[in-house]
């Protein structure tokens, strides 16, 4: 049915040049994830109905009121500072509760984010692989500009070289391996590599590593590149031994030293 729209074509980042994304759809097995062909019009009327009280335009009934809250409830935590509810990410934000889901497709990437206490919402969508780079801008400038809340910079701590050398290793998950390796003056590299599991073509270029930053024992930041501002931790089983690291939402096995 797309091909009877207006549709933004896919695409991918292969030597630091865009190009046209291959085969364009999702397998249709994979379909529930990110099957969903949509406009930012259409993703604000949905948000719109989230930031109400479960009822359509037309007044009929679609969601309870309770159904709606518990939708915005931390349920578990995440990773770092985050929280699921149900089908949503949940955040702090200078005080105001964000709820959030973003996430890519063949070449595409997007967010869509609420502040129900505010009556708010951003939707972003981009036709590039490397979207988030700019959707994460603009919604860091919305919220500011539009709420007036700022997520302040977290401050680095020091890492001992003893606590930087049992960290670099090779970790491994169904769609990409995550490495970090020493780099010059003591940096540690995050470097990631996709598996391609869709067969993408061209395949995408990996991204440059990058340097991170540690904001607490166990958490770090990427600063430089594609990657900035991707934030990960360690998971340590219960000797202590550095045993995953989660980033991105997604969770690494260590696999070798």
């Known amino acids: 049915e797309a091909i009877t729209h207006r549709v933004a074509i896919g695409h991918v980042i292969v030597d630091e040049q865009p190009r046209v994304a291959r085969p364009w759809a999702f397998p249709r097995a994979t379909t529930p994830v990110g099957g969903v062909v949509s406009s930012v019009r259409e993703l604000l009327a949905y948000a719109r109905f ?5 009822r359509t335009p037309d007044g009929g009934r679609l969601l309870s009121v309770g159904s709606i809250e ?8 995440a990773d770092n500072d985050r929280a699921v509810g149900v089908a949503w990410f949940l955040r702090e934000v200078g005080g105001v509760t964000i709820q959030y889901h973003g996430g890519a497709a063949i070449g595409q990437q997007g967010v869509l984010m609420l502040a129900p206490e505010r009556a708010f919402a951003i939707a972003v969508q981009t036709n590039s692989g490397r979207g988030a780079l700019l959707h994460e801008s603009i919604t860091k400038w919305a919220l500011k500009t539009f709420l007036g809340v700022d997520e302040p910079e977290a401050e680095h701590v020091r890492m001992t070289k ?8 090779r970790y491994t998950a169904a769609l990409a391996d995550v490495e970090l390796r020493a780099g010059g003056d003591g940096v540690l590299l995050y470097r990631s590599t996709s598996h391609n599991v869709l067969g993408v073509k061209p395949r995408p270029s990996d991204p440059p590593p990058s340097p991170i930053a540690f904001t607490d024992e166990d958490r770090f930041v990427c600063l430089e590149g594609p990657l900035q501002d991707l934030k990960g931790e360690v998971i340590r089983d219960e000797s202590g031994a550095v045993r995953w690291i989660r980033a991105g939402g997604r969770v690494y096995r260590r696999v070798e030293a």
């Open 70 to 77: 518990l939708m915005r409830t931390r349920l578990a935590p």
């Open 50 to 54: 989230h930031l109400g009280d479960g």
């Open 162 to 169: 003893t606590r930087r050398d049992e960290l670099v290793a």
